[in-house]
């Protein structure tokens, strides 16, 4: 499986956006797939998470109530859409995919990652 990131850009704070994951090499319809994100000099840090069926997701508190993670299993693509974005928000941001995680906050729980996309929100 290999997956790819994208929709990050430059923006002000107070927009949105939304980025995209979009999966090839095998169906991901099963898998627990996740957002990161890691700012320089910073540990890469868990923002949302969905369960293979979209019934479950979760959030960091930092982004809970501006964020939503959804997929389209269809589409072998999972988004997350972010609203009111603040400076704070800042970071490159990666998807990441795994077939039976447990710990669906802790980075090491995955074994699929994405590139990367970077996400800058100006003051």
């Known amino acids: 499986v290999q997956l790819q990131a994208s929709g990050g850009g430059l923006v002000q704070a107070g927009d949105s956006l939304r980025l995209s994951c979009v999966a090839s090499?095998?169906?991901?319809?099963?898998?627990?797939l996740g957002w990161f994100r890691q700012a320089p000099g910073q540990e890469r840090e868990f923002v949302s998470a969905?369960?293979?069926?979209?019934?479950?997701?979760y959030y960091a508190d930092s982004v809970k109530g501006r964020a939503a993670i959804s997929r389209d299993n269809a589409k072998n693509t999972m988004y997350l859409q972010m609203d009111s974005l603040k400076p704070e928000d800042t970071a490159v941001y990666y998807c990441?995919?795994?077939?039976?995680?447990?710990?669906?906050?802790?980075?090491?729980?995955?074994?699929?990652w994405g590139q990367g996309t970077q996400v800058t929100v100006s003051s």
């Open positions: 990441a995919a795994d077939p039976s995680t447990v710990d669906i906050r802790d980075p090491r729980a995955y074994r699929v």
């Open positions: 090499g095998r169906s991901i319809s099963s898998w627990t």
């Open positions: 969905i369960r293979w069926s979209g019934g479950n997701t």
